[in-house]
């Protein structure tokens, strides 16, 4: 069964810095794209970022890009987003998918993690 | 990038059939066939249902199904059960100059009377 599992959210000051992590098990991890889609509070879904199979290609939704990082760790079966200089909306809970290509372009997204919440707060 | 625009919110009785409808651009939708469809209960973990604009998932039930026309993509729900009820969002890929982007619609919320 595939298994997806976020932590690492919290509460933190605005500009500040958070990572977040997910770790993967069920499936081999290095043939999947992977994605970061996160909710604010009583909002809808918002894609956040992908990153490919082998890392080479990574692509962010235009609220985050130059602030947020995705990365992997394929040896590990984890997938990151560093984030920085956070603000007040980037509060939300922040879910991992698994991407159905090796490739983060022309994807969707199956399955979902239960997320992990993060609060951007003075 | 602007989100895609569902209604927010659709209801039916048991045993009824409903359509949500998701409408974007010739940028998003009008442009390529990857249109998916995700079911959320509140507290769980989003669910795809369809992906590339009409296919199904291993798993999922053969009473929803999807389609496309033009910039709107819908997704129709036949035969209502009351574990239907949740938040539906359509997803679009986007294209981009970036490698990728994607663009979720605003979200319907169904209600089975």
């Known amino acids: ?122 | 990038q602007s989100a895609l625009t569902q209604p927010a919110s659709v209801s039916g009785s048991p045993g009824q059939s409903i359509t949500i409808s998701c409408t974007g651009t010739s940028g998003d939708v009008g442009s390529y066939n990857l249109v998916s469809w995700y079911q959320h209960h509140p507290g769980k973990a989003p669910k795809l249902m369809i992906y590339e604009g009409s296919k199904r998932p291993s798993g999922v039930s053969n009473r929803f199904s999807g389609s496309k026309s033009d910039n709107t993509a819908s997704l129709t729900i036949s035969g209502l059960q009351a574990e239907d009820e949740a938040d539906y969002y359509c997803c679009s890929y986007a294209g981009s100059s970036t490698y990728a982007n994607y663009v979720f619609g605003t979200g319907t919320k169904v209600t089975v009377l």
């Open chain 1, 1 to 122: 069964e595939v298994q997806l599992v976020e932590s690492g959210g919290g509460l933190v000051q605005p500009g500040r810095s958070l990572r977040l992590s997910c770790a993967a098990s069920g499936f081999t991890f290095d043939d999947f794209a992977m994605h970061w889609v996160r909710q604010a509070p009583g909002q809808g879904l918002e894609w956040v970022a992908g990153i490919s199979w082998n890392t080479g290609s990574v692509a962010y939704g235009d609220s985050v890009k130059g602030r947020f990082t995705i990365s992997r760790d394929n040896a590990k079966n984890s997938l990151y987003l560093q984030m920085y200089s956070l603000r007040v909306e980037d509060t939300a809970l922040y879910y991992c998918a698994k991407g159905a290509r090796g490739a983060a372009a022309f994807d969707w997204f199956d399955p979902w993690g239960q997320g992990t919440q993060v609060t951007v707060s003075s």
